[in-house]
């Protein structure tokens, strides 16, 4: 193997100084001094010899033994060649190693065994053959009258082109991917909204459900009357139910909302295909008919699409009709049941007077009595006036007691009538405490005069209930206002070319910014 010269060897020296006698002058601006070109070019020199890696570690080891202070490997094998000292050497590798007091005589004593055992001509040491690369990378050696700032330059200016060589192809591989993924697709649906899709026309109308006027209520029942807090849940339910299967087939029953939207002149991708199933019809009359709500008013906001603007306006007025139905049952039991109590409680009250008063009259028939104690008070009447001609008749017949020769006739007449008034007497006051005497007749005739007097209150009670309940009915009633005429438009209102073309370019662009981040992330976390 041929041997490498050192830098301090003569043959060394003199290349040295030929080429710098060669060399032209020094070109002005030149900022590195000549021992730090020299040393440049020593580096270059060792890097061309394809040294190993095993090789520079051992040589920076060995220049750190002998206190050398290096920037480098290559440098470390260059400032030992300096001084003399072949890195590579057994003697100088051996050194490196420290055994043990007790394997040193040995290894010494093998190592002169060996020694002794080799030829003379074979004892040299030789240094690890260099390996010869192929060069991948600019060479570092100067020409002839080369600047080594100029060398520089160049090099910076060959890795500027290099990279804004890449850059533009990334750029055009960007450009590339934005073409295929957004362009092309909205390229596309523009072609579609404002060529293909058929004319869509939107029927819009608003109303709102108003409750009757409730002048007697009072409270906070009342700080919320004629605002939409007040019918906000009517208005909900009356939304869900247009929005329902139930308005749905309604709709399509009465005005053929599956025919129309199956129309053949009706694009592909808005026509409703022929046997679709009823979901996908509901779904394509969720999408057209569009219900909203402002929770702040209560007003109820419906927009209607159809193919023809005729065939919107009727789909309009159909569901609007369909709304009133059900807000006029929304408060139809409520209402029922409040009025079906208070007329049965008032047709029970009439037949009860009804029946009182005819025990009532039953009675006053069978005793043949006018009013209670009319009767009782005439034979009361009666007796008194018999006991006073009584009282009057004895003491008619005292004073006869004090004549001395009193007339026998009128003493005897004076007593008959005594006798006679005392028998009327009693026999009035037994018709007054017989069993089937006027007092009981009385008795009957007053509990049958309070039977009808209690069902005939009771009447006048159930009566007044009853006009209050009809009140309370005629405030619980909810109707449907139109605000705002459901009027077929004489324009198309869908599609909206402009503003679905925008739309679907933000969706293709977040799509494939959200893609490329993706891809990003994963491609840094497997390559990390």
């Known amino acids: 193997m041929p041997e490498t010269a050192a830098p301090n060897s003569p043959s060394a020296q003199g290349h040295s100084q030929s080429a710098a006698n060669t060399a032209p002058n020094a070109v002005s601006g030149a900022v590195d001094s000549p021992n730090t070109v020299s040393a440049e070019t020593d580096i270059d020199a060792i890097r061309q010899e394809g040294l190993t890696g095993r090789q520079l570690r051992m040589a920076r080891r060995v220049a750190q033994k002998n206190g050398l202070a290096v ?23 051996l050194e490196l190693v420290t055994p043990n007091d007790g394997q040193t005589n040995a290894a010494s004593g093998q ?8 030829p003379a001509h074979q004892a040299r040491v030789q240094l690890p053959q260099t390996v010869q690369r192929k060069q991948s990378l600019p060479s570092t050696q100067l020409g002839p009258g080369e600047n080594p700032a100029e060398r520089r330059a160049s090099e910076i200016s060959r890795i500027q082109r290099d990279i804004a060589r890449r850059r533009r192809r990334n750029i055009m591989s960007l450009l590339g991917r934005l073409a295929m993924f957004v362009l092309l697709p909205t390229i596309a649906a523009s072609f579609y909204f404002y060529t293909i899709a058929t004319p869509m026309y939107g029927t819009k109308s608003e109303f709102i459900i108003q409750q009757a006027d409730n002048q007697g209520s009072g409270g906070l029942g009342s700080l919320f009357q004629g605002t939409g807090l007040a019918t906000q849940t009517d208005s909900t339910t009356v939304q869900s139910y247009m929005t329902s299967r139930e308005a749905f087939l309604r709709l399509d029953e009465d ?12 694009d592909a991708i808005q026509r409703l295909d022929e046997g679709a199933t009823r979901e996908t019809a509901y779904a394509m009359f969720q999408d057209h008919v569009q219900i909203g709500l402002d929770p702040t008013e209560g007003i109820l906001k419906m927009e209607v699409i159809a193919a023809d603007p005729v065939k919107s306006q009727e789909f309009s007025e159909a569901l609007i009709a369909y709304a009133e139905e059900q807000v006029d049952q929304l408060t139809q039991r409520v209402r029922e049941d409040q009025m079906s109590g208070a007329r049965t409680n008032y047709e029970l009250a009439r037949q009860n007077r009804e029946a009182a008063l005819a025990e009532l009259v039953a009675i006053q028939q069978e005793t043949e009595q006018g009013p209670v104690g009319a009767e009782q008070a005439a034979l009361q009447q009666r007796i008194t006036s018999l006991q006073v001609e009584l009282d009057q008749e004895q003491l008619n017949l005292a004073g ?12 005897r007449a004076t007593e008959n009538s005594i006798e006679q008034i005392e028998n009327q007497i009693a026999l009035l006051r037994s018709q007054m ?11 009957r005739l007053r509990v049958a005069e309070e039977n009808y007097a209690f069902e005939v209150v009771n009447v006048q009670t159930a ?10 009915a005629n405030r619980q009633v ?19 070319a402009f503003e679905n073309t925008f739309l679907a370019f933000l969706i293709f662009s977040g799509i494939y910014l959200m893609i490329s981040l993706t891809a990003s992330i994963l491609r840094e976390q497997v390559s990390s």
């Open 71 to 93: 920037t480098s490997d290559f440098d470390a094998v260059r400032q030992l060649r300096q001084q003399g000292i072949d890195p590579f050497q057994r003697a100088n590798v």
């Open 400 to 411: 006869f007691a004090n004549v001395s020769r009193p007339n026998e006739a009128q003493v």
């Open 111 to 118: 190592m002169r065994a060996a020694t002794a055992k080799v």
């Open 478 to 496: 909810r109707y449907l206002s139109v605000s705002v005429a459901p009027i077929a438009p004489d324009e198309p209102t869908y599609p909206r």
């Open 433 to 443: 405490s017989s069993g089937g005497s006027l007092i009981t007749n009385d008795a």
């Open 463 to 472: 009566q007044a209930t009853l006009s209050t309940a009809e009140i309370e």
């Open 255 to 266: 005005y053929g909302f599956v025919e129309h939207f199956s129309d053949p002149n009706i």
